[in-house]
């Protein structure tokens, strides 16, 4: 299995909804990662996960809130987003954090009304 | 710290014309240089990579880069094109012993049948 898949496809909330954002990935890899990407840009990075561990925060607001359960899943919970967080939510995972290459999933379309 | 210029937003170009998505960047630190291809609402995939040794990487559908240090540029070529190469293309930079990776801004690739 060399893919990493993400649920769901798309996702429309609501400012007051509470949601989640899967990722999963069977590659052994230990370093997972959010990015957020907003149309016609290049994605931002949002966390780091190495080990299941949060490794990195960039700077992101609290209504996101990251999980790492087990090494092959993590996951993104959303609570009293707004309009402008509307963007597609990609997942990426490589062996370790130091490792040369990361292997993305196709995203998440997240609109908040 | 890293940056990567993309210098054209896009490039229209004739199905089987030949192309070339230009991409330099700025490091202080030597650097493993990427591109990855986004389709329409789809993620992320890794078109093709430079690592270390032969400075010409090619891909498995006919595209190939050049690294070339004294003018810091990754440009990627392909001879000619498709109408299934219409897509954005991202050019990237990890700085070695840096986790992270750094993004261009992209260039929209349409081919015009």
């Known amino acids: 299995d060399t893919e990493v898949t993400q649920t769901p496809k798309h996702l429309v909330m609501g400012m007051t909804n509470k949601k989640s954002l899967k990722c999963e990935q069977h590659?052994?890899?230990?370093?997972m990662y959010w990015y957020k990407q907003k149309a016609k840009k290049p994605p931002e990075l949002m966390f780091v996960?190495?080990?299941?561990?949060?490794?990195i925060n960039e700077s992101v607001p609290s209504r996101f809130s990251p999980e790492c359960p087990n090494s092959s899943l993590l996951n993104l919970h959303l609570h009293a987003l707004q309009p402008e967080d509307s963007a597609l939510y990609l997942c990426?995972?490589?062996?370790?954090?130091?490792?040369?290459?990361?292997?993305f999933g196709p995203g998440t379309r997240l609109t908040v009304t | 710290a890293q940056s990567v210029t993309q210098l054209d937003s896009q490039v229209p170009v004739f199905e089987e014309a030949p192309v070339e998505l230009r991409c330099n960047y700025s490091?202080?630190?030597?650097?493993?240089l990427f591109w990855y291809v986004q389709y329409p609402n789809q993620g992320l995939q890794l078109l093709l990579k430079?690592?270390?040794?032969?400075?010409l990487v090619e891909s498995i559908n006919g595209f190939e880069a050049e690294f070339n240090k004294s003018q810091t540029s990754f440009h990627l070529r392909k001879p000619s094109v498709h109408i299934s190469d219409t897509a954005e293309y991202f050019c990237?930079?990890?700085?070695?012993?840096?986790?992270?990776?750094?993004f261009g801004k992209g260039t929209k690739l349409s081919v015009i049948p």
């Open positions: 990426a995972s490589s062996p370790k954090t130091g490792f040369h290459e990361q292997y």
């Open positions: 590659m052994g890899h230990r370093a």
């Open positions: 996960y190495s080990y299941e561990k949060l490794s």
């Open positions: 490091s202080s630190v030597s650097v493993y």
């Open positions: 430079y690592l270390s040794g032969s400075t």
């Open positions: 990237a930079v990890r700085g070695a012993g840096s986790y992270q990776l750094t």
